[in-house]
């Protein structure tokens, strides 16, 4: 799996949207970026993929660049339940999900 | 979707002992993973089972760790001789992967079992 880089901590105030950068320059084509969050003692929760194009849930928003060598996954109100770790993942499912450090996002009041 | 399940919660045993955790996954998925977690760590990967084939053990941390899914459902994970640098948290996955490899969805993980080793 490609490797992804991500800042390992960002704070955001609460109600404003949250933009978590993932840069995953070596990604191949048939790779997907997968974003996971883990809520303290918790497991990894899956919040959203995608392959090129841009998508949307009822959890979050990911863009991708049209190069596909980085993205942003965008919580577009955080709330305080937000503060996780954050995860950017290139996956395919012939290879294992591997996680790198993530981003500790702090939400503030 | 009752979600992935993992039994205990914690566990505490002394050094040397041998220590099983269970986990049940979403009942039509067919692949199971195990991971580990220590602090400040993102999981890495130990094994995976499709149905109850363990297709990819070589990431065991060692020949004190096995995984068995004997029927394709529930998996249990052994460590045997613990050790305390086994303290960690072990989590348990699973997804649905369509014939050929295509078609699949996304890991969804229990909450793990917390082991400490004293």
């Known amino acids: 799996d490609a490797k992804t880089t991500q800042p390992p901590s960002m704070d955001c105030a609460e109600g404003r949207a949250a933009n978590l950068p993932c840069n995953h320059s070596?990604?191949?084509?048939?790779?997907?970026v997968y974003w996971y969050r883990q809520i303290h003692s918790q497991g990894p929760q899956y919040i959203i993929h995608g392959l090129k194009n841009n998508e949307t849930n009822e959890m979050a928003s990911l863009i991708i660049t049209e190069d596909r060598k980085s993205s942003t996954l965008i919580l577009p109100h955080a709330t305080l339940r937000d503060t996780a770790v954050y995860y950017c993942i290139a996956y395919n499912a012939g290879n294992m999900l591997t996680f790198g450090g993530g981003t500790r996002l702090m939400v503030k009041p | 979707d009752t979600g992935v399940s993992q039994n205990p919660r914690h566990k505490i045993t002394k050094r040397g002992q041998n220590v099983t955790f269970r986990c049940d996954p979403i009942?039509?998925?067919?692949?199971l993973y195990w991971y580990r977690q220590t602090l400040g760590q993102g999981p890495e990967f130990l094994t995976y089972?499709?149905?109850?084939?363990?297709?990819?053990k070589s990431r065991l941390l060692s020949d004190r760790f096995s995984a068995e899914r004997p029927k394709g459902s529930f998996s249990t994970l052994e460590i045997q001789r613990t050790e305390q640098g086994d303290s960690a948290m072990y989590l348990c996955?699973?997804?649905?992967?369509?014939?050929?490899?295509?078609?699949?969805?996304?890991?969804?993980f229990g909450n793990g079992t917390r082991l400490t080793v004293t």
């Open positions: 009942s039509e998925h067919n692949r």
């Open positions: 089972f499709q149905n109850e084939a363990q297709l990819e």
């Open positions: 070596t990604i191949s084509g048939n790779e997907y």
């Open positions: 996955a699973s997804s649905l992967v369509g014939t050929g490899g295509f078609g699949f969805s996304p890991l969804h």
